[in-house]
């Protein structure tokens, strides 16, 4: 079966083929932990006395702080201390406080096309956009891995993607997760790896394509892979990585039929409403309804072209709602002073957080009050998860939040960009 996922875990795993069902045992590139499930992976290998066969030479492990960033109470402060002593003994990659978002930082030059990651964190599947076999495991399975360097997979049965067309002014790769999600709905995907192909795609960037990858798993899927392009390789020479000519194997038949198919030009700017990420509608459906809170940031749209989408809307304007904008890593950060965006931004009324996750999940650095009502750029909206139950969070692009931010409530930002199109910055 001609599919990314599979053969990468055939070449991990030394069998000349990998069937979708088939149980394989792969050698992993990279293992990733952060200061929420890192702390319980250290757990169980100590528990275990397996410590000591963490080897570096083995498997790259990485350990990042971005949760707590920077730690909200005792219990983060210590258990990022104790992150910081494993990794310094037993040789691991440690990205500490500030350096931002997990899935941002292994996509800046870390991960490279081909790799198998796994990580103790979900939204893994980031890297996929990297040509990437990518998945998140449980903290246990972090343990494991480290210790091992392999770890088992079953593998998934691949779900075809076929993009054509371009996007419209004001709609992004947001709009096309969001898109792919309503269609999947929360289990459309489940154990699949989906797999992106089409002329489109050359019209999709690579901040857009970690969006999309970021939030297949909303679906249910294993991981989400696409194909190694142009795109992909000036993203990597931008973060000083050589293109070797093995990557250009992975690519697949674009003529093969597709599960799903979409035209980027005839999607329009979506938001996800409470309490799913799947519960997707047409911002115009929702137009009006007030905003309290806008929060632009996380692995899912924290990065510099996010950035750049909310100053265009907000350049020379004041917003209505509180903002927070958080960097998804302290290279967009430093882009984002030396370009003028963070100045814009904070003229406009923004407040600017330390790169990191910030209240994406909750548990500091803005988090939403009882029935506020939140429009956010993350990629889970569930009850709970960015405040108090009564909160209602909507997901949106960044152009979508930053006309919510500006107006007070959520509008459809393609009018707003009309009328600033003469904006530079």
């Not at 996929?128 to 399975?141: D, K, N, P």
């Not at 992909?232 to 070797?244: C, F, K, Q």
């Given at each position: 079966m001609d599919s990314l996922a599979l053969r990468i875990l055939a070449k991990h795993s030394g069998a000349s083929a990998v069937e979708p069902g088939e149980i394989v045992y792969a050698r992993v590139d990279k293992v990733m932990i952060n200061d929420v499930t890192g702390p319980m992976a250290l757990s169980v290998l100590a528990d275990a006395g397996a410590e000591d066969l963490v080897n570096p030479d083995k498997v790259e492990v990485h350990v990042v702080m971005d949760h707590y960033s920077p730690p909200h109470n005792w219990d983060s402060a210590n258990a990022h201390r104790r992150l910081r002593d494993f990794s310094r003994k037993y040789g691991c990659v440690l990205h500490d406080v500030g350096s931002g978002v997990a899935h941002q930082l292994l996509a800046e030059g870390i991960v490279k096309p081909g790799d198998l990651v796994v990580g103790a964190d979900s939204h893994?599947?980031?890297?996929?956009?990297?040509?990437?076999?990518?998945?998140?495991?449980?903290?246990?399975?972090?343990?494991?891995?480290?210790?091992?360097g392999e770890l088992w997979f079953k593998a998934p049965e691949p779900l075809y993607v076929e993009v054509r067309g371009r996007f419209h002014t004001g709609v992004t790769g947001k709009d096309l997760a969001l898109h792919l999600?309503?269609?999947?709905?929360?289990?459309?995907?489940?154990?699949?790896?989906?797999e992106f192909v089409g002329n489109g795609l050359r019209h999709v960037n690579m901040p857009d394509r970690l969006t999309v990858a970021n939030m297949m798993v909303e679906a249910g899927a294993k991981t989400a892979i696409f194909p190694y392009d142009?795109?992909?390789?000036?993203?990597?020479?931008?973060?000083?990585?050589?293109?070797?000519r093995m990557w250009r194997e992975l690519t697949l038949d674009p003529?093969?039929?597709?599960?799903?198919?979409?035209?980027?030009?005839?999607?329009?700017?979506?938001?996800?409403?409470?309490?799913?990420?799947?519960?997707?509608?047409?911002?115009?459906?929702?137009?009006?309804?007030?905003?309290?809170?806008?929060?632009?940031?996380?692995?899912?749209?924290?990065?510099?072209?996010?950035?750049?989408?909310?100053?265009?809307?907000?350049?020379?304007?004041?917003?209505?709602?509180?903002?927070?904008?958080?960097?998804?890593?302290?290279?967009?950060?430093?882009?984002?002073?030396?370009?003028?965006?963070l100045n814009t931004l904070l003229e406009a009324g923004a407040v600017i957080g330390v790169p990191g996750c910030g209240p994406c999940f909750g548990a500091h650095m803005g988090v939403a009050g009882n029935s506020e009502v939140v429009v956010s750029t993350v990629n889970r909206n569930f009850p709970g998860r960015a405040g108090p139950p009564t909160a209602k969070v909507y997901l949106a692009s960044p152009y979508t939040a930053a006309a919510a931010a500006l107006t007070g409530r959520i509008t459809d930002p393609r009018p707003l960009l009309a009328e600033h199109e003469w904006v530079c910055l």
């Open positions: 893994t599947l980031t890297y996929g956009a990297l040509s990437s076999f990518a998945t998140g495991i449980g903290s246990s399975e972090a343990a494991y891995a480290m210790a091992a999600l309503k269609v999947l709905g929360p289990v459309g995907a489940l154990y699949r790896s989906v142009d795109v992909i390789e000036y993203w990597l020479r931008m973060h000083g990585v050589l293109p070797e003529g093969r039929p597709a599960d799903i198919e979409v035209d980027l030009s005839e999607l329009e700017p979506l938001i996800a409403e409470p309490p799913m990420p799947t519960r997707v509608r047409h911002v115009t459906d929702l137009e009006g309804t007030e905003v309290d809170l806008v929060f632009v940031g996380s692995c899912t749209n924290g990065r510099y072209e996010d950035m750049v989408a909310l100053a265009r809307v907000l350049k020379g304007r004041k917003v209505r709602a509180r903002l927070i904008v958080i960097p998804a890593s302290v290279r967009v950060l430093k882009q984002m002073v030396s370009e003028g965006v």
